[in-house]
């Protein structure tokens, strides 16, 4: 069984190259997209971005699986038990590579209908044949997905993040001399085919070096009884997919159907900043997840609450004080970035700073549910949200245009997902009330609110015209006023004492590395 030191131990190496590794990718992200945005038009960008979407909702054909997989991997993994290993890994390959030619006969079906949903495709060539660059992008990946699934759940991580960036940096530099020379997104697009590839491919042999009994004969079936318990966690994942997909996928599909893709393009910038920050953070969740589940696996309800305590304490803190910051400096940014002509109006900005913070707040619980294995209560849940979504930001749209459709999300998520989740975690996970649970979130939203009034309240007395001055100034408010704040009222709470403790550690532990090298 893993001890606590191992479980810090692999957390601080899975947080430290996931920190690394999305540290190069959001830096390269953003050279690229503003080499992008200077030799391609805003048609392409938002053929870029409703084509992720597109292609995120086709990613309903794994339905979850991957979930239910890696939830089943983590006591095998635990008591190195390697037949239930050889069996799961040997189910995961066979599903997947039927999802990839699922997805990839699904995607194919879809393409007659592209005129139809973009508004207006004049200004974009081969239309049709860079849908088909994405289409075997997303199907490249499900034939080495499963690999990843044992190191994740073996709090390997670390591994795919060392990859990644070695990828991404290669990768990136190829694209920008593709789009500086050859000013052509098809040839930037079939280099990310590439790297997916190759970086899949890589990933893949070195599980196999790690685990050397995969590469072995496999024979080893799974019992009737633990293909019953793995299909019943499948069956509500699959919803909970569905939802998730639906709920996050279709905005842009929304907005290019009756809006216009230029629009699309516009918001693929602030999507990007948003994203990188959600990837920033969720690094930190996704490095913790593998010991989230050995932790789980090996504690008692009460001790598992307290986890969730601390966890969900950290991860509000961190998601409140980014969205603080995205309100404030979200269109500066982009202004110095790449131009007044790519800004949206203030109320979008906030809208997407609450859809931000929403979905952060729902990190937390899915991570906890999915590692405790909470997959059938709630299981029509995600469904109703999804329907109601799309509903509200169609209706939306219409009449008040882009900002609709941002608020049909928020919406749909305040009245089925952020009350229910944490009741269901309560209830079944816990065997507890989730009433204390409403109290601090309530108590700390109000918390965050008083910040963004104040910090309003502050900044119409910076009288400087010059915008990179002011926009440091506002960095400035926007660190320092929410740490302030956090501070004074978090100081003395056992959560805070614990997040402190674990700093300490991981510094210790660093420190160490760095002097024994």
């Not at 905005?251 to 999507?271: A, M, R």
Request: aromatic share 14%; proline share 1%; charged share 15%.
């Amino acid at each position: 069984m893993i001890n606590n030191s191992r479980r810090l131990e692999n957390s601080v190496k899975n947080l430290s190259n996931a920190m690394i590794s999305q540290g190069i990718s959001l830096i390269l992200n953003f050279l690229v997209r503003t080499v992008f945005v200077i030799y391609l038009n805003e048609e392409y960008l938002g053929t870029n971005g409703l084509f992720s979407n597109i292609l995120s909702i086709l990613s309903l054909a794994e339905l979850g699986f991957g979930t239910a997989m890696v939830y089943n991997m983590y006591k095998p993994l635990v008591n190195n038990d390697q037949r239930k290993i050889k069996a799961l890994m040997k189910l995961y390959a066979k599903v997947y590579t039927i999802i990839g030619i699922i997805v990839a006969i699904i995607g194919i079906g879809l393409m007659p209908f592209l005129d139809y949903i973009i508004k207006d495709t004049s200004g974009i060539e081969n239309l049709k044949f860079i849908y088909l660059i994405f289409l075997i992008d997303c199907v490249c990946s499900y034939f080495f997905a499963y690999k990843r699934s044992i190191l994740t759940a073996d709090q390997k991580e670390y591994i795919c993040s060392q990859y990644k960036y070695i990828f991404t940096i290669v990768k990136s530099v190829l694209q920008i001399i593709t789009l500086v020379i050859f000013k052509n997104f098809i040839l930037y697009l079939l280099i990310q085919i590439l790297f997916t590839l190759l970086e899949n491919i890589f990933i893949s042999i070195k599980v196999n070096n790690i685990y050397p009994f995969l590469k072995e004969k496999n024979n080893e079936k799974l019992s009737k009884n633990e293909l019953m318990l793995i299909k019943n966690d499948v069956k509500a994942l699959v919803l909970t997919k569905l939802g998730h997909v639906m709920l996050t996928g279709t905005d842009n599909i929304i907005i290019s159907t009756f809006i216009g893709i230029g629009v699309v393009g516009i918001l693929s910038n602030y999507n990007l900043i948003i994203n990188s920050v959600v990837m920033v953070i969720s690094q930190i969740m996704t490095s913790l997840t593998g010991s989230i589940g050995n932790y789980i696996a090996s504690n008692n309800k009460r001790n598992n609450e307290l986890l969730f305590k601390r966890v969900e304490f950290v991860n509000f803190w961190i998601y409140s004080f980014c969205m603080i910051c995205l309100i404030f400096l979200l269109n500066p940014f982009i202004k110095l970035w790449i131009g007044e002509k790519y800004i949206l109006n203030q109320v979008n900005v906030i809208v997407l700073s609450i859809n931000f913070l929403i979905s952060g707040i729902m990190s937390t619980l899915w991570t906890f549910r999915s590692t405790i294995g909470l997959f059938t209560q709630g299981k029509y849940r995600p469904i109703f949200a999804a329907i109601l979504n799309i509903v509200i930001s169609v209706i939306l749209a219409k009449s008040i245009g882009v900002v609709g459709v941002l608020l049909g999300t928020i919406i749909s998520r305040l009245l089925v997902n952020l009350w229910y989740d944490p009741y269901i975690i309560y209830k079944f996970g816990f065997d507890k009330s989730v009433k204390s649970y409403y109290l601090r979130n309530i108590f700390r939203i109000s918390l965050v609110m008083f910040m963004i009034f104040f910090i309003n309240y502050i900044q119409v007395f910076i009288l400087c015209n010059n915008i990179l001055i002011k926009f440091f100034i506002l960095i400035f408010l926007c660190i320092s006023i929410p740490t302030i704040i956090f501070l004074i009222v978090y100081r003395n709470t056992d959560e805070f004492k614990y997040l402190k403790g674990i700093i300490n550690n991981i510094t210790k532990k660093i420190a160490k590395k760095l002097i024994l090298n």
